[in-house]
């Protein structure tokens, strides 16, 4: 498209900032149209655009109202999903809850037993974080890694490369995006 407006067939010139215009013509003018439209033609076209301004418009309104009732379905879904899905991970504790409540009550009882009930609880619960996502990791003897690991100590140990895991303070859980916490561990370094 040139710079300057150029004239089309139709009475339209193209503006390469604002696109096809319509020429102002009079009649009599050289290039008039050869017939104008009767004022009852004009005031029938006025009704029709007028009528399609309208028909737009209502469109428009609808569409905006679809638009906010979907926003407001998509929220309370996002919040029922929330909800059903803190009950489920809730829900899985429960067995948990229940056996340390038995333990306590037979806290008067042979220490070995409570002693035994207790691990058989802790592998429970080591368990339903397991199936929620987060299993628990054994990082001992693993090559030391900053985003799954926390050095909370450095210990001299012959035998063993630098940067390895010699011992668990704290295990972590879930691995990867799906890490709940990281591992506080000891790592060594060479003597």
Known sequence: MSETPEARRDG????PDR???VREEHPGSPGAPESLETPDELQERVVELQA???DLQDRWRRALADLDNLRKRVSRDAARTRSEERARAAGEWLPV????DRALEHAETDPVSIAD?????RDQAQ?????LGYARRDDTGA??????HEAVGVLSQEGVPDGTVVRV???GYGDGEQQLRPALVVVAKGA
């Open 12 to 15: 339209r010139e193209e503006t």
């Open 19 to 21: 696109g096809p215009e």
């Open 52 to 54: 399609l301004v309208t």
């Open 97 to 100: 809850l229940d056996n340390l």
């Open 117 to 121: 009930g207790l691990r058989v609880i």
């Open 127 to 131: 368990e339903v974080l397991s199936r």
């Open 143 to 148: 090559v030391f890694d900053p985003a799954r």
């Open 169 to 171: 303070v704290r295990p």
